[in-house]
């Protein structure tokens, strides 16, 4: 006769730790939501500044037309720099991103942006840089990283 299990019976304790450790292993590797995307900021084309060519200290728009929230409840901030054809990267101020209400496209929008003092580096420069998300438990978050699309922009000096 047998157990009933037809010829499991002892097997079943190796096979219900091994889908426990299946299932375990797919939730940390395949589902864990604190590695997934945050957000996108799409293409060049579709973050650029108008007009793209200013002088130092003046104002100008950058617009995003391609952000997409793939979900929210993380805190954010961007960090941009500029980089010159010639001489140093310049670091611009970070600040706090609004996280939308939903996830989802973002309506586009342009905001102004204060062109900086550029020095002795070439007027033709690359802003770029990434935004930063906090998510999972505030004692001990996960970092996720979004990458901004390089824009071209021109700065004269005055």
């Known amino acids: 006769m047998g157990s009933g299990l037809n010829g499991w019976g002892k097997f079943w304790p190796v ?15 395949g589902l864990k939501p604190d590695m997934s995307p945050v957000s996108t900021y799409g293409s060049s ?7 793209n060519e200013v002088k130092e200290e003046e104002t100008t728009e950058i617009c995003f037309y391609g952000v997409v929230w793939y979900r929210v409840g993380c ?3 961007l960090t941009t720099y500029l980089t010159p054809s010639k001489g140093d990267r310049l670091d611009l101020p970070s ?18 942006w204060t062109a900086p003092k550029i020095g002795d580096r070439s007027s033709q420069m690359i802003f770029s840089g990434f935004a ?8 001990n978050p996960t970092r996720i990283i979004t990458n901004l699309p390089a824009v071209p922009i021109t700065i004269n000096k005055r």
């Not at 084309?45 to 108008?50: L, Y």
């Not at 600040?95 to 102004?112: D, E, M, Q, W």
């Open 132 to 139: 930063e998300h906090l998510c999972g438990k505030q004692d």
């Open 45 to 51: 084309e579709k973050t650029f500044f108008k007009p």
């Open 75 to 77: 805190p954010s901030t």
């Open 15 to 29: 096979a219900v730790a091994a889908l426990a450790m299946g299932a375990a292993a797919y939730w940390q590797w």
């Open 95 to 112: 600040y706090r991103i609004n996280v939308p209400p939903a996830a989802g496209p973002v309506a586009k929008k342009c905001r102004p």
